[in-house]
């Protein structure tokens, strides 16, 4: 039989329930998720980490973008990229596009501040839920990285473009895609 607790077991100092009741009276409830529009968006790529499909477990890597600007700044969107037999040509287009061209490279960090235009969709499942599918994405460039205000006076400076953990690499080819 479990017993019901209350505030004051959670709170056990005062000062510490008082600043709850007062952020509890001025906090706005949030809006419930909803998928962003369909549309163009600049965004930065956050991060790029392997993953595994909810339903049945499907290889994947997984890259979480950021909106850079307008409206929709700072909301983020999420992209699958498959790592199945039949999946592999869109994976590596898509890798390709960020630099990773080994299965090696799924496993180190990607370099920071990669800029996309991406191409968004909303889609909805056979439960009717929406959520939003990356259509295309196109490299614009990369970020330098930010300095760090609190780094030592005189502490030497990665160069632009550079990362010291030996993430993938982008470079132009050819067709004036990033390979």
């Given at each position: 039989?479990?017993?019901?607790?209350?505030?004051?077991?959670?709170?056990?100092?005062?000062?510490?329930?008082?600043?709850?009741?007062?952020a509890?009276?001025?906090?706005?409830?949030?809006?419930?998720?909803?998928?962003?529009?369909?549309?163009?968006?600049?965004?930065?790529?956050?991060?790029?980490?392997?993953?595994?499909?909810?339903?049945?477990?499907?290889?994947?890597?997984?890259?979480?973008?950021?909106?850079?600007?307008?409206?929709?700044?700072g909301?983020?969107?999420w992209?699958?990229?498959?790592?199945?037999?039949?999946?592999?040509?869109?994976?590596?287009?898509?890798?390709?596009?960020?630099?990773?061209?080994?299965?090696?490279?799924?496993?180190?960090?990607?370099?920071?501040?990669?800029?996309?235009?991406?191409?968004?969709?909303?889609?909805?499942d056979?439960n009717?839920?929406?959520?939003?599918?990356?259509?295309?994405?196109?490299?614009?460039?990369?970020d330098?990285?930010?300095?760090?205000?609190?780094?030592p006076?005189?502490?030497?400076?990665a160069?632009?473009?550079?990362?010291?953990?030996?993430?993938?690499?982008?470079?132009?080819?050819?067709?004036?895609?990033?390979?």
């Amino acid at each position: 039989m479990s017993m019901n607790r209350n505030l004051g077991d959670l709170f056990r100092q005062t000062p510490a329930r008082e600043q709850l009741a007062r952020a509890w009276q001025q906090t706005e409830a949030a809006a419930d998720f909803v998928p962003l529009p369909a549309g163009q968006y600049n965004a930065r790529i956050l991060r790029g980490e392997l993953s595994e499909s909810k339903t049945n477990s499907t290889p994947g890597y997984r890259l979480t973008f950021q909106v850079t600007e307008g409206e929709y700044q700072g909301r983020q969107f999420w992209h699958n990229i498959w790592l199945t037999q039949n999946a592999l040509p869109m994976a590596k287009r898509d890798l390709g596009k960020i630099g990773v061209t080994s299965l090696e490279q799924l496993e180190r960090p990607l370099p920071q501040g990669i800029r996309c235009r991406v191409n968004l969709t909303v889609r909805r499942d056979d439960n009717g839920c929406e959520f939003n599918r990356v259509r295309s994405f196109e490299v614009l460039g990369i970020d330098p990285p930010e300095v760090n205000p609190f780094a030592p006076i005189g502490a030497p400076v990665a160069p632009t473009g550079t990362n010291t953990c030996a993430p993938a690499t982008l470079n132009k080819n050819s067709t004036g895609g990033v390979s």
